[in-house]
């Protein structure tokens, strides 16, 4: 039985792709997170597999980052959700920050991170969807973090509630299938104040965008 519906699913899955064109099929195609298992994060950590971070062809996503941080909140509380092994910190910390928590679900890249924990630098081991931080921050910063999420506009709205009166969310995607639909569910529930895209010359893709606090519905 569980064979013959599996084939009239296939059946009437190629039925569709032949009528329906792929832009309006990627526009329908449900949520389905990038999925990299808890040891995968550990081991790629452990073996430096995302030390590219640091390198010159990233610096345009984080620089447009820098740029909405220094523009909002300079000096100010930062929560980053999905901070690795701390690439970002240590650009913040270079043009100041009051207090800056940085959590991840990789002990790996916690352990690396809290290398740099001083008293106003936390870095702490969760995972950020179930995660209740401490106080609330100016700033909040998904930066490529939000599509390894189950539920990533539960996880926005959830933790935008930390958001301290005039803050900031600021999210940076790396432009793949998945962080569109993302885009789109965010689009109907907060406005940006600003986008950006970068284009490295590898012809990767980032969208940056910054939502004030009081552009976010659904808190
Ligand atoms: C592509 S890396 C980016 C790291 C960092 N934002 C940076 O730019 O250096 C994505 C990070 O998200 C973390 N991550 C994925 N799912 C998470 C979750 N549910 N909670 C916290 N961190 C998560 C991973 O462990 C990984 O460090």
Same mark, same amino acid.
């Given at each position: ?6 084939? @009239? ?9 032949? /009528? ?70 240590? +650009? ?6 009051? +207090?800056?928590?940085? @959590? ?53 709205? +959830?933790?935008a509630r930390y958001l ?16 569109? /639909? ?38």
């Amino acid at each position: 039985m569980s064979n013959l519906l599996d084939n @009239v699913g296939q059946a009437v899955k190629s039925a569709i792709s032949g /009528v329906v064109p792929e832009a309006v099929r990627a526009r329908i195609r449900p949520y389905r997170k990038t999925d990299i298992s808890q040891e995968q994060w550990d081991q790629d950590y452990a073996q430096g597999k995302w030390q590219h971070l640091d390198n010159v062809r990233q610096l345009a996503h984080y620089s447009v980052i820098m740029g909405y941080y220094l523009y909002y909140r300079p000096n100010s509380s930062v929560l980053d959700i999905g901070c690795g092994h701390g690439v970002l910190q240590r +650009r913040l910390d270079a043009v100041s920050y009051a +207090r800056y928590v940085g @959590v991840d679900t990789s002990q790996s890249a916690i352990d690396q991170a809290s290398t740099e924990s001083d008293l106003k630098t936390q870095f702490f081991c969760a995972d950020a969807e179930s995660y209740i931080p401490s106080g609330t921050f100016d700033v909040l910063i998904f930066n490529e973090s939000l599509y390894y999420f189950l539920s990533p506009m539960d996880g926005f709205t +959830r933790l935008a509630r930390y958001l301290s009166p005039g803050g900031v969310v600021i999210v940076s995607m790396y432009q793949k299938e998945n962080s569109r /639909v993302i885009w789109r569910s965010l689009n109907r529930i907060a406005h940006p104040a600003d986008a950006v895209r970068v284009i490295n010359r590898d012809g990767g893709v980032w969208d940056v965008k910054v939502f004030p606090i009081g552009n976010i519905g659904g808190r």
